[in-house]
């Protein structure tokens, strides 16, 4: 039984790295003002909980920084926030129902204040991510480069979070019973 669980949470954490990679891809490619690179975290976050997903969006941020985006190498901060306040959050049962805007704020604003401080601080702002346009925007209008950069990572770190979070659940509702379970046995 042991060897089993081993495949599975390996099966798992390769599975979240690849969406978090994929996804991260996408929006890199697209200059999406989101990220999407947290999928794969927050899937991990619910199905295995937070430990793992802090692995996952770790290993996401070095594979997506070494193969196409090296800003994402110094953003892993922000997936470990992810991953340990994700996974908290779920287990008090906040990401459900009515609760689930209030649940992704709570884990979207530790995230946001991290990513604005590398963004700000290493960067002034400007990364290689679509929402560098808003930050630029933001400065334009005479806003000072920290609080554009908080600004708009606290709008895009929750759009991207409640974005992860929805598809999330519409993959995990669309398995067979039988197959979530053997996900979530332990």
Do not use: C, H, W
Request: hydrophobic share 50%; aromatic share 10%.
């Amino acid at each position: 039984m042991q060897k089993n669980t081993n495949v599975r949470i390996v099966t798992l954490l390769g599975f979240g790295v690849a969406l978090n990679v994929i996804g991260a891809f996408i929006a890199f490619n697209l200059r999406l003002p989101i990220y999407l690179d947290s999928i794969g975290t927050v899937m991990v976050a619910i199905l295995l909980g937070p430990k793992y997903a802090v692995l996952t969006g770790l290993t996401g941020s070095v594979v997506s920084g070494v193969t196409f985006d090296i800003y994402s190498i110094y953003f892993a901060p922000v997936q470990i926030t992810t991953g340990l306040i994700a996974g908290a959050v779920y287990k008090k049962g906040l990401l459900e129902g009515r609760k689930t805007p209030i649940g992704v704020f709570i884990y979207a604003l530790p995230t946001a204040i991290v990513g604005s401080v590398i963004s700000a601080f290493l960067f002034g702002g400007i990364t290689s991510s679509g929402s560098s346009y808003i930050v630029q925007i933001l400065k334009a209008i005479g806003i000072s480069d920290v609080v554009s950069v908080f600004l708009t990572q606290i709008f895009t770190d929750y759009m991207d979070e409640l974005v992860a979070l929805t598809m999330v659940r519409l993959a995990l509702k669309t398995l067979p019973k039988n197959i979530m379970l053997s996900i979530t046995a332990k």
